[in-house]
T-cell receptor, first 117, second 114 residues
Framework: GAGVSQSPSNKVTEKGKDVELRCDPI?????LYWYRQSLGQGLEFLIY????????KSGLPSDRFSAERTGGSVSTLTIQRTQQEDSAVYLC???????????????FGPGTRLTVL | DAKTTQPTSMDCAEGRAANLPCNHS???????VYWYRQIHSQGPQYIIH???NNETNEMASLIITEDRKSSTLILPHATLRDTAVYYC???????????????FGQGTTLQVKP
């Protein structure tokens, strides 16, 4: 079966431009997460979707970052007015709807490498 | 979620068992221990998880001490393809106060050598 897919795989943009990153989760997975990994840094959580709603946006670094999810499937992470410090690999993960006390594993996509010049 | 401590790096000879330790001394009773790994230029991959009992699957074994303050991931016969960063993560099960997000530390870079 298909795993989590992300597009584009690489994105080079100029400082100040807006970018959109896309995530296609595994079919039937209602939980979706965005993470990012900066050069030399660990993975950091950005936002969590449960269906189309985002009950946890605590990891978004600034109001230039936003995300949406439609139809309980595809998600788009948008970065407005990109800065050089936004350069990183942006990873998406999905899992089955976590029930109470149910420790579901997350499946990660290959990531989008964003370079801001 | 409880913080974990792992060695920065380890080497292992190909074909030998790789034993990766993790300390999680502040773990709570309902927190699980998860292991993920990230091979270069790929997204993280789930390996195994456990609560109290030792666990084994096709990839690895997880040994959790009786007091649950530490654990060891065992790759029984390491191959060159097991070279990766291994992350030990402790988190509560998903519930009304927890979204299930993963908090990654720096992990252990395992180098499997021929």
């Amino acid at each position: 079966g298909a795993g989590v897919s992300q597009s584009p795989s690489n994105k080079v943009t100029e400082k100040g431009k807006d970018v959109e990153l896309r995530c296609d989760p595994i079919s039937g997975h209602t939980a979706l997460y965005w993470y990012r990994q900066s050069l030399g840094q660990g993975l950091e959580f950005l936002i969590y979707f449960q269906g189309n709603s985002a009950p946890d946006k605590s990891g978004l670094p600034s109001d230039r970052f936003s995300a949406e999810r439609t139809g309980g499937s595809v998600s788009t992470l948008t970065i407005q007015r990109t800065q050089q410090e936004d350069s990183a690999v942006y990873l998406c993960a999905s899992s089955l709807f976590p029930g109470q006390g149910d420790p579901r594993e997350q499946f990660f996509g290959p990531g989008t490498r964003l370079t801001v010049l | 979620d409880a913080k974990t401590t792992q060695p920065t790096s380890m080497d292992c000879a190909e074909g030998r068992a790789a034993n990766l330790p993790c300390n999680h001394s502040t773990i709570s009773g309902n927190e699980y221990v998860y292991w993920y790994r990230q091979i270069h230029s790929q997204g993280p991959q789930y390996i195994i998880h456990g609560l109290k009992n030792n666990e084994t699957n096709e990839m690895a074994s997880l040994i959790i001490t009786e007091d649950r303050k530490s654990s060891t991931l065992i790759l029984p016969h390491a191959t060159l393809r097991d070279t990766a960063v291994y992350y030990c993560i402790v988190r509560r099960p998903h519930g009304s106060s927890n979204t299930g997000k993963l908090i990654f530390g720096q992990g252990t870079t395992l180098q499997v050598k021929p």
